[in-house]
């Protein structure tokens, strides 16, 4: 069974860092793609960056120059480094992870991982 555990969220003041970690347990499909979502309050969950098991990563316009996935293949852990925080990225970033078998695809979540971003 295929499991999502995020880590290394917390509070950090405008222009500072996180690391969100992302660690993957389970037997997963070769073709594959890992995703980082947040959610804001009153808000919908959107997409930050996505990874996929080819090599292509996309960002969300807003975070582009700012934020890297990226992911250790050793240790099946996915990374989104986070820099220059602004106080708009303050959500729970979520880990997903999709599995792209013929005729269907598998879908997991993580548990969420609170971001807050202010003075």
């Known amino acids: 069974q295929v499991q999502l555990v995020e880590s290394g969220g917390g509070w950090v003041q405008p222009g500072g860092s996180l690391r969100l970690s992302c660690a993957v347990s389970g037997s997963i499909f070769i073709s594959n793609a890992v995703y980082w979502y947040r959610q804001a309050p009153g808000k919908e969950r959107g997409l930050v960056a996505v990874?996929?098991?080819?090599?292509?990563?996309r960002y969300e316009d807003s975070v582009k120059g700012r934020f890297t996935i990226s992911m250790d293949n050793a240790k099946n852990t996915v990374y989104l480094q986070m820099n220059s925080l602004k106080p708009e990225d303050t959500a729970v970033y979520y880990c997903?992870?999709?599995?792209?078998?013929?005729?269907?695809?598998?879908?997991?979540w993580g548990q969420g991982t609170q971001v807050t971003v202010s003075p």
């Open positions: 997903h992870l999709r599995e792209f078998r013929v005729g269907r695809t598998n879908q997991h």
């Open positions: 990874l996929t098991s080819g090599g292509n990563i």
